[in-house]
């Protein structure tokens, strides 16, 4: 249960997060973002950097004209419970 509820608070934080192109060095919560590595229909996964550890990671974050739509949020943080509960060595979420 208490993975249930970092997970949302996770998923709440980053869920809010809209854009179709940031600036390198945006702040996304804790990370600061970097280069564009890929875009999709829902969203942009960029390179980031942990701002307190420096540990590299991966951010997506929605597009803005989807953010606004509850429904697509929901989704968005339902893939970030889901992601989470997986367990590969290429996945890693220090929530």
Same mark, same amino acid.
């Given at each position: ?6 997970? /949302?608070?996770? +998923? ?7 854009? /179709? /192109? ?21 969203? /942009? ?7 307190? *550890?420096?540990?590299?990671? +991966? ?7 989807? +953010? ?8 968005? *943080? ?18």
């Amino acid at each position: 249960m208490a993975d249930d509820a970092r997970t /949302s608070a996770f +998923a709440e934080r980053h869920a809010t997060l809209a854009t /179709s /192109s940031l600036p390198r060095g945006t702040l996304a919560g804790d990370y600061v973002l970097g280069a564009l590595l890929a875009r999709a229909g829902c969203g /942009s996964v960029y390179w980031a950097c942990q701002r307190h *550890t420096e540990c590299p990671a +991966a951010v997506k974050v929605l597009h803005e004209r989807l +953010a606004a739509m509850p429904n697509i949020v929901q989704r968005f *943080t339902r893939e970030v419970h889901v992601v989470h509960l997986l367990g590969h060595p290429n996945i890693v979420d220090k929530g």
